[in-house]
């Protein structure tokens, strides 16, 4: 019983292109999140949604689309690939955005830009 | 603004032998902190957090952090290693009277624990 996920796994594609992230959980979360890991593995958050509704919207290129059909999906689109796109992409959620509940994370998907 | 940081990149340890990562974070109010854990090609799993009460809190796979105010330290602790627990580990904090951003986490920049035989 998979809770948080994503697909696909890897995704290869050429410098230009549009790609999509989809994510699912099924944990009866209502909040849900994508990251950005970078090649030193550091962590940052791009977008959040609460019930369908967009909370946290960090500093990232408009290239970058989220999109949540409905609280237990949130999907990630990107226009116009460019090198500096590759990285691993998380998806994660929680119940609630007080704080104080933990975060569960998808494994992740590991965008390559040719 | 809320802050964390860990000092360390890497930390090696004996198995058997008692292993502490070191977290510090800064926020205005009152921090609510997490460690997260992640395997080679695997996303964070939770390990344990502190939101208020008893300092030492304990969470899974035998670890436990102490919540320490006055040196606004969080540091993640285990009495004995064990090969498996080499992994890299995140600490996290958000700031209890943040308003306006949700569930908002600021993630350290990780450490890399082996233990090894």
């Known amino acids: 019983d998979t809770a948080v996920s994503q697909t696909p796994k890897y995704l290869v594609t050429q410098m230009g292109n549009d790609k999509s992230i989809k994510c699912e959980q099924n944990?009866?979360?209502?909040?849900m999140y994508w990251y950005k890991q970078d090649s030193k593995k550091f962590l940052k958050i791009m977008f959040s949604?609460?019930?369908?509704?967009?909370?946290i919207n960090e500093t990232v290129p408009n290239r970058f689309s989220p999109k949540s059909p409905d609280k237990a999906h949130l999907n990630l689109h990107i226009n116009s690939l460019e090198l500096g796109d590759s990285a691993v992409y998380f998806c994660?959620?929680?119940?609630?955005?007080?704080?104080?509940?933990?975060?569960?994370f998808g494994d992740g998907t590991r965008l390559s830009i040719l | 603004a809320q802050s964390v940081a860990q000092p360390e990149d890497q930390v090696n340890v004996a198995e058997g032998n008692p292993l502490t990562v070191k977290c510090t974070y800064s926020?205005?109010?009152?921090?609510?902190l997490f460690w997260y854990v992640q395997y080679p090609n695997r996303g964070l799993q939770f390990l344990l957090k502190?939101?208020?009460?008893?300092?030492l809190v304990k969470g899974s796979y035998g670890f436990e952090a102490e919540f320490n105010k006055s040196q606004t330290s969080f540091h993640l602790k285990k009495p004995s290693a064990l090969v498996s627990d080499s992994a890299l580990y995140f600490c996290?904090?958000?700031?209890?009277?943040?308003?306006?951003?949700?569930?908002?986490?600021?993630f350290g920049t990780g450490t890399q624990l082996k233990v090894e035989l």
């Open positions: 944990l009866g979360h209502d909040t």
């Open positions: 949604y609460n019930n369908k509704e967009l909370i």
């Open positions: 994660a959620s929680s119940l609630g955005t007080g704080g104080n509940q933990p975060q569960h």
């Open positions: 996290a904090v958000r700031d209890s009277i943040l308003t306006g951003g949700g569930n908002k986490l600021t």
């Open positions: 926020v205005s109010g009152n921090p609510y």
């Open positions: 502190y939101i208020t009460g008893d300092n």
